[in-house]
């Protein structure tokens, strides 16, 4: 969530009683939270229902919806209807929390949670399903209670040993005091509420507004010794907790979040804050790009989050059946949570239909998020190889009519026939040849399981790609193939059908080249038996001229800013400044843009992106490509990033334009080609 409910009660009421020791329920012992989140969780969620204005969801005002009667019922259905395909995960958000005590714990709100959560929580488990509930990182005013508050279980400490001297705030809203953790007594606390947590017999934790990320960055905002504090303190508890953290996180610390949770939100909320509860622009279709830097973060025990999935109610959800498709097939082939959003009593048959497909479901369980094959048009191809040799494919037409979209097998890693599976209709549609291509509406998808006949040799290597050049060289990176026989003992690779180099490894350099010319390069793979596999697809490069590559400032007076794109400083920048104010009206052209000779050259973008992530459309001589980038989701929008990305330019003078009329641009400081 990104609306953060305010609390309205400071100290406990003198009913309620101190916070019990975890329970018998909760000895399961620290060893087993190794094996937590093996999978991706699945389940349902509060806050997609809190948020949403649909009429009569929140009566009596914001999250009015939340309430121990409907949790319950919640949790009835999702027994009965979706436990037996996985789902088992119930899931508090924010709102149920009444206030704290004298020792700064929680305590739920009597007015909508009059049994108190420990209640849910044995209630829940008795249907065999599991408890979430969910924090705000940072402490709380309201438990800080004038710094009086004494630390349970920690002698001589008190809540004002924990904060800053100055009461600086953090996360995502500012609403928390930052603690101190250099101080002992900022983990005993930190103990003392996971102890209270595990007293109620909860499984699960979801902190929310961590930074760096929620769109904050600087040292305010840094709470990894938060997320490390609360790791340890949710082990020390002997319950098996799983741990996530929202919201939008910063990849640079995905290191930090790998270690000490069990996933991160990659995104900003899902939920439109309007009459539906999602909408297809605001902001399902983004989460294409969002999860793409992450891809290769996710496994067992780390999950990447794409926030709850809504599509059970077509008319709540306010998306198309092909939207509501298209939706769930990408949670499903990134392995990200399955936790449903949507009201569990009010589920369409359609919404019924999606969710307990146990082919998809599959998908997602298996754990192996897929990745684009291309993102420079909105009709897009996704894939990865599943452990049997199989490979796991999705279509999706993003863009707003009716398009056809072609999985070719050169892009896969598949040679030869295969066999193709519909796992959204549960049938098999025959055998395909080089490719499978489907006529898509506005918004669908297609999800295959595409089985190779033959998966004896080595697959062919994909993804070939030019990562950098000069004028006698160009480097290169690919996948790696895979074998069912034996391991992958080096590559080979060709320029022209000219043997060029090997590597053992998926990077060469390619050396002893001619400036100004275009070179095919192509990599075969060959397994411990000798076992080579096709060449793969051809990709081109073109060296720079005889004196390298030359670098074009966004900022320069021989480019053109159109409609509001403008010269703003940026320390971290080549010269100080960058364009940025670029999208919907707002443009920048590069002209004169000089190569030697016409090709495929490699083009280094210098650009600043604080968000998720932001899409240019690049229009090079009079032709329009998309080129999304990786955001750093920190609010610094003073350090550059760098991608490098093949450009079809002619010889003499280009021009490269950067806009995008659907949204904002990242700013650009250069680019070197």
Known sequence: MATLLSTAVAASPAAVAAPAAPSADAGQNTAQYSNLAKTPYMGWSSWSLESTNYPGVNPTGSASWLTEQHVLQQTDVLADKLKSHGYNFVNIDAGWLGGYDVNGLPFAKASTFPDGIKYIADYAHKKGLKLGIYLAVGLDPLAYGGGKNVIKGATGCTTRDIVYPDLRLTNGWDTNYKIDYSSPCAQAYANSIANVFAGWNVDFLKMDGVGPGSFKGGANYDNTADIAAWSQALKQTGRSIQFTISWALSHNQADTWKKYSNGWRIDTDVECYCDTIVTWDNSVKQRWYDVVQWIPDAG??????????????????????AERQSYMTLWAIEAAPLYVGDDLTKLDDYGVKLLTNDEVIAVDQAGTPAKPVSQTSDQQVWSNRNADGSYTVALFNNGAAPANVTANWSDLGI????????????????NAFGSYSADLPAHGSKLLRITPWNSFTPTLPVNVHGTASTPSSVSLAWDPSGDRIGKISGYDVYAGGKKVAFTKGTTVTVSGLKPGTGYQFTVVATDGFGLRSPASKAVGVTTPATDGAVSYEAEAATNTLDGGASVVSCAGCSGGNKVGNIGGGGSMTFNGVTVPAAGTYLMTLSYVDADSSRIAVVTVNGTPFNLPVAGSNNNDWSTAQSVTVPVQLKAGANTLKFGNPNGYVYDVDKITL
């Open 300 to 321: 067992p025990g780390h999950w990447n989050n794409l926030d709850s999935l809504d599509v059970g109610n077509g008319q709540m959800d306010g998306l198309t059946e």
């Open 415 to 430: 040679s030869g026939g295969a066999g193709v599976r519909d796992l959204w209709s549960r049938s098999d549609v025959g």
